[in-house]
């Protein structure tokens, strides 16, 4: 994976703020969604690594299949839970099978000059089309709703703390809604917070680090 430095390093800093990111959110997830949030903790920052350009830095050759056994787990874990119910770590699944992948280029797609193959041509060209639809999928349920003729007059919106259709105070009412953190639940934070922008990040940086294999 030799991409230009300057590039890599744009890489490098959006995983690893998407990695950081996902670290804070960990904190104050449920038990029930911390495997969801530490598994994109876990690919921003295994990405960042990843993403170093090889002329600063280039890691030994043990490294990649410690990569691919790390991300085959996370794998295996994201599968059993989505076995389970859970269809959104589907995505998480193919996004560690993306790394075990690229570890394994790296590992073992070196030539005798050197230059590193292009792994199998229809499995990256597949992880692509992937990439590419995910990423435009996010990236259209991240643009607000344009008014227009055409577009749903919004109903009454009930005040805060107020039962809608009647003037009673709902529990819970006395606290900031704006100070309240976001959920963590994939199926629950759909414009809530940072956490749909980094999931687009990472498709994008998955995007530009198959392009380079």
Do not use: K
């Not at 804070?24 to 038990?31: D, F, K």
């Not at 797609?109 to 292009?118: I, S």
């Amino acid at each position: 994976m030799h991409a230009p430095v300057v590039s890599g390093w744009l890489l490098v800093a959006l995983c690893a703020w998407t990695g950081g990111y996902c670290l804070a959110r960990l904190r104050r997830c449920p038990r029930r969604d911390r495997a969801a949030v530490g598994g994109e903790a876990l690919m921003g920052l295994g990405m960042a690594a990843m993403a170093v350009p090889a002329a600063v830095f280039t890691p030994p050759g043990w490294v990649w299949p410690v990569y691919a056994a790390v991300f085959g787990g996370a794998a295996l874990g994201a599968l059993w839970s989505a076995l389970r119910g859970a269809a959104h770590h589907l995505h998480h699944a193919v996004g560690s099978l993306s790394m075990v992948y690229m570890a394994l280029v790296m590992a073992y797609g070196t030539g005798q000059r050197g230059h590193t193959a292009a792994g199998v041509p229809v499995v990256t060209g597949a992880l692509l089309a992937y990439y590419a639809v995910y990423v435009l999928h996010r990236g259209l349920r991240l643009v607000p709703a344009l008014p227009g003729p055409l577009s749903a007059a919004p109903g009454p919106v009930p005040m805060a703390g107020l039962a809608p259709g009647t003037g009673a105070v709902t529990p819970g009412a006395g606290r900031i809604a704006a100070g309240a953190a976001p959920p963590c639940h994939p199926a629950q934070e759909r414009n809530a917070g940072m956490a749909p922008a980094c999931r687009l990040v990472m498709g994008l940086a998955t995007l530009a680090m198959l392009f380079t294999l």
